[in-house]
């Protein structure tokens, strides 16, 4: 069958942008995770030059489309003198966005942890940063293990929109084999599994991970 | 951890390149092009990953004349203004038809090639449109932003389906849910010849042209770009006439 | 008798509810307080506003000549030397008994890990708890806990100790090792003020105790001057519930 030895004749080139999406998602989490952890802290701050912006941030990133977001980086950014590459901006962007995703995650996390846990670790003289750190962070991260994992994988999906920027990730790579072979629906039903065996593949990772984290 | 941050501040750094004039590309020692390569002959990815293409090579034969090395970056068809405006890159070259609306925000290069629409439809079936009037009352698919899309979204009374890449809209023409697809002729002859399914109804003399896309006001690189292409439309014999018989700059 | 702490007209509320109204108190050095009275009565309230836990609106907090209060420089300084215990322990749950003991010394008195190893152990000890150095706080039982809560407060070597209820989250058979601990502790000249129900420790290890009701001291006297000779109505009422 022609419509499936496309597939296969095709898969290294695939199978490259598959990498591509990966790392892209990789790179952006990494950012997110960062961001997200402390605007999600900014978001709990008492102090409203901390807690007003945060939340602005939050909002507005959840808000508006991530296509929008991409392509403000890519193509508004320059009028303002910054000029990124499409790798780049694409890392950019979706690190701001699931930063802004993680940080209602992280906030509902530490807002899980009972208040006693901050009140014992204060009474004993460490600082709000070391509480956090050494005390409701750890905890935290614990039980949002599961939504970032979640996050993750929505990310990797997410991804396939840098291509309107042209990275050449699965999503793209796969359009470009459409146009030199035809086939239409065998390559996107490719593409579609190489997605899930990605996700498929995050998904077990993350509940390796809390079940190891469980037993600690 | 420190190393990845060095990383990714190295790809900014990279990130940032002027583009624009001549002599900065000359400096900068490449020709940046935008092209959307899903647009069969005229530019897509090879057996090799390589972007290949009528319109390559036309971008090739300008980087060659500029004494510089051609980059081409893909693009997303829509996106290749932004980039131009933004400067991203410094030409698109991607079987862009020259229209009035897209003349208000880019320059254009004499035209190159004609563009030329072709109706296709569904293989023994009886609708057999002739004109783009025969369209009319029909659901037509294109693809978004092309020059089939302009002729066929002038025709009133007919539903149009706009889709990101033209195999898209192939692909509903085979699910019957559109009557015909309007396209480029030569991307539609290149496809129908895979797909004998379907079959070119009509091509239509739209009179409308391709140009090579830069970005307003640098008429120094749209000089230059008009010059190789009126020299790639005379003959050998053409050229050595200038040269010989007639005053040069 | 040195005093260790010394409160003046504290007031105290939460929007519109009253919690302190013009509390007062002494304490010297070595001194044992219990603090008895009815629930929301704020007995809580003050514990937590002695080591800052919760800020209060008027009035004075002096520990060891300086006042306690939201423009205090080093609020976090003075914490070391209170000790606090909570009615639900409060353990730190992702860490072993060994790193919930040596966390803060190490952290904010930066002793070195190997000397606080050292300290731990010999608390653990006088605990009773050595065997359990390596167990999580899950895998203890409520008296143990609250013992290892108790071996945590010392570590940072306080001057002054506070318990706010602690045996009032745990099974009645269990809270007897905990008074040992307690016990043992006031015997060896340490200040405390527990907030408790148990009058039985109250009786054999107070020095003093104070009865609050709505936000004030109430009554206070010896054991034997409240416990068999109270002045006041509500404190009558009051022993005359739990006992």
Redesign the interface.
Known sequence: MEAISVVFENLPFLLMGALDTLKLTSFSVLIGLVLGTLIGMGRLSKIKVINVPSTVYVEFLRGTPLLVQISIVYFGLPQLGIQLQAYPAAIVALGLNSGAYIAEIVRAGIQSIPKGQYEAARSLGLTHWQTMRYIILPQAFKNILPALGNEFITLTKDSSLASVIGVTELMRRGQFVITRTFQTFSIYFGIALIYFLMTFTISRLVRYVEKRMAVA | MKK?VAV?LA??I?????SGTLAEIKERGKLIVGTE????PFE????N?EIVGFDIDIAQKIADELGVELEI????FD?LI??L????IDLIVAGMTITEERAKVIDFSIPYFNANQAIVVRDGEPFMPQTLGDLKGKKVAVQLGTTGDLVVSDISGVTITRFQ????A??ELQNKRVDAVVLDEAVANA?VK??PKFIVAAVIDTGEKYGIGVKKGNEELLEFVNTVISNMFKSPYDLLVEKWFEETK | MSKILEVKNLHKSFGNLRVLNGLNLEVGQGETIVIIGPSGGGKSTFLRCINHLEEYQKGEIIFLGEKIDKHHSNLNEIRTKIGMVFQHFNLFPHMSVLENLILAPVKVKKISKEEAIEKAKAMLKKVGLLEKIDAYPDNLSGGQKQRVAIARALMMEPVLMLFDEPTSALDPELVGEVLEVMKDLAKSGMTMIVVTHEMGFAKEVADRIIFIDKGVVVEEGTPDEIMKNPKHERTRNFLRHIL
Request: aromatic share 24%.
């Open positions: 990845w990714f790809l900014v990279v990130g940032v390149i002027f390569p899903t647009f069969p897509y990815v090879n057996e990953n970056l893909n693009l997303p996106s932004p980039a405006i933004s400067d991203k890449k033209f195999t898209d192939f692909l496809y895979t797909f």
